[in-house]
């Protein structure tokens, strides 16, 4: 079965700065997606970030981007610019591309922080 | 373009009863998840539907929990003889399928369910 760890149950950061968030995965697949969702206090899951595992390019959306490495089986975020507004939870998720196994597995999430 | 919509958005319930939650899939999807959110928790994974079929329910506790996703109409997650231990915030999820499928799962503002 598939499982994500986060270890790092809160972070802090300081507005306009940068933190990277941390995410590692078990899987025995090669085909599979990994994203980060972010839960503010509304409770809403936000996608923040998809990530293909057979693309060897990171991905990138404005101020968010991610750190693949598929051999090591990690997936970390990093916020640049922190804002005020992204201060949330913030979940670290697998999804199987096969349609076989099709559920998304979460991590147990990170809470941040954004000092002002 | 509405997205997942779940309702109600708050339920409470006394010990014993039951208790329905409903979720509409965005339009032109066909597959359904169900989460629990404790507090202070991640999403843990209780069951994935396809229309009139259940997929996976590896994750929905063995008695009092069912779920359906009719031919017509949304799906249901019923709760029967709730217990305290229930109360936790209850997200849909949709997805389409096959060529249409990102990998990406999108979310309902949730359930929250209290049980007294």
């Known amino acids: 079965a598939q499982t994500v760890t986060q270890s790092q149950p809160e972070m802090s950061v300081q507005e306009a700065e940068t933190v990277t968030l941390s995410c590692t995965y078990d899987t025995s697949e090669s085909d599979y997606y990994l994203f980060w969702y972010k839960q503010p206090p509304s409770r809403q899951m936000i996608l923040v970030i998809r990530?293909?595992?057979?693309?060897?390019q990171n991905a990138t959306e404005n101020r968010f981007s991610v750190n693949f490495q598929k051999a090591a089986k990690s997936f970390s975020l990093k916020i640049s610019d922190s804002q005020l507004g992204d201060a949330a939870m913030y979940f670290c998720?697998?999804?199987?591309?096969?349609?076989?196994?099709?559920?998304?597995?979460f991590g147990k999430g990170i809470t941040l922080s954004v000092r002002p | 373009n509405a997205g997942v919509m779940q309702n109600p958005r708050h339920l409470v319930r006394r010990r014993g009863q039951e208790a329905r939650l409903r979720c509409s899939p965005m339009?032109?999807?066909?597959?359904v998840y169900w989460y629990r959110q404790l507090p202070e928790e991640g999403l843990k994974f209780m069951v994935y539907l396809q229309k009139e079929n259940i997929i996976d329910e590896s994750g929905m506790p063995k008695e009092r929990f069912s779920a359906e996703f009719p031919k017509e109409g949304p799906s249901i997650l019923r709760i029967q003889q709730v217990v305290r231990g229930d109360s936790a915030a209850y997200f849909c999820a949709s997805s389409p399928r096959g060529p249409w499928d990102t990998g990406e799962l999108f979310f309902g503002e949730g359930s929250r369910l209290t049980v007294l």
């Open positions: 998720a697998y999804r199987s591309a096969t349609g076989a196994n099709s559920k998304l597995t």
């Open positions: 990530q293909e595992a057979y693309k060897q």
């Open positions: 339009k032109g999807h066909s597959h």
